[in-house]
């Protein structure tokens, strides 16, 4: 992921926002609408996604469909009633994030 | 264009030479790939083995991170255990144990020759015996959702040898007795909880 660091707190929302506007998806499809989306500028690890989807999975934030597809088995991840409530939520704390920081850093921004 | 169902194989016999022993990480990770080679194979590499090839080279390192997450001890898992011991109706069940035990002495039913450590180290056997029992001659195939719960069976195991009594024949207190039944039993019961979840996909899986 590129700039791991600043990205990393906010994988869980980026994959609930993803699954909140498309649906169900799969790993692979998260992984590729995420790169699409900022035109290949983060590349979403499947060492990070995985185990973040297997965690929300476990807290009952997302529920899981398994169909067969083209030869193999394919599952699909979707938010439940729970996870659309905290994905609301989440992104109440990004934005409040994102406004903390523009106030931080805006003003130094501007001088440079 | 998509891969038929030897090439599906090829892609799960590499993993599960690369140590992906949990079928349903593994068909997680064979999809994966699966879908990444077919998008390789339609724009450019025509062939399987050259495209699947390209991919793992660029991509191993991060797929086999994955598995090893999922291999090594989580605390995610002793995590969902503890949220599940704090449901309501399961405090309610510990405090009709403390009842209970306080009503009921229980020690006069232990001698030394079996304590009542002797008797939660049978639960552990038991609920250890059901666990390997049920993954290697009922399922046959080895699943993460299943074997994650053997984690919290062990600490439980560690922490029975720690608090209770191994030799002679001492009284063992109204709270440790609550607390090991309270431990086990919601382990028994958490254990099942994971067993119907699972089941509900097995078939799918299977």
Redesign the interface.
């Known amino acids: 992921m590129k700039n791991s660091q600043l990205y990393k707190g906010s994988l869980t929302t980026i994959v609930m926002t993803l699954l909140g506007e498309n649906g169900r998806m799969y790993g692979y499809e998260i992984t590729q609408k995420v790169k699409e989306i900022t035109k290949g500028e983060l590349k979403i690890t499947e060492g990070a996604l995985y185990p973040a989807l297997h965690k929300l999975e476990a807290e009952g934030v997302l529920e899981v469909e398994i169909e067969n597809v083209d030869n193999r088995l394919r599952k699909y991840y979707k938010l439940t009633e729970k996870g659309t409530t905290e994905t609301v939520n989440r992104l109440a704390e990004l934005e409040d994030f994102i406004r903390n920081m523009q106030a931080l850093v805006q003003p130094k921004l501007d001088t440079i | 264009m ?4 030897d090439e ?1 194989r090829f892609i799960d016999t590499y993993l599960l030479s690369n140590d992906v022993v949990y079928t349903d990480i593994r ?6 790939i ?3 080679v ?1 998008e390789k194979m339609s724009t450019g590499q025509n062939e399987f083995y050259p495209a699947f090839k390209e991919y793992m080279i660029l ?1 191993k ?3 086999l ?2 598995n090893k ?2 291999w090594s001890f989580s605390w ?2 002793v995590r ?1 255990f503890l949220l599940f011991l704090f449901k309501p109706s399961m405090l309610f069940f510990g405090i009709l144990l403390f009842f209970f035990f306080k009503k009921v002495d229980v020690n006069p039913y232990f001698s030394e020759s079996f304590t009542v450590n002797n008797l939660f180290f049978v639960l552990v056997i038991t609920l250890a015996l059901f666990q390997t029992g049920y993954v290697r001659w009922y399922l046959k195939k080895r699943f993460y959702a299943v074997e994650k719960a053997g984690n919290i069976l062990m600490i439980l195991y560690q922490l029975q040898l720690f608090f209770l009594p191994i030799f002679g024949k001492e009284n063992v207190s109204v709270y440790t007795l609550t607390l090991f039944t309270f431990l086990f039993t919601g382990y028994g019961v958490y254990f099942l909880k994971e067993i119907i979840k699972f089941n509900r ?1 097995r078939l ?2 299977i």
């Not at chain 2, 998509?2 to 169902?5: A, D, E, H, P, R």
């Not at chain 2, 068909?27 to 994966?32: G, I, L, R, Y």
């Open positions: 998509n891969l038929s169902k599906i068909q997680e990770m064979v999809d994966h699966a879908t990444a077919e991509n390192k991060a797929i991170k994955n997450k999922q995610e898992v969902q996909h799918n899986y």
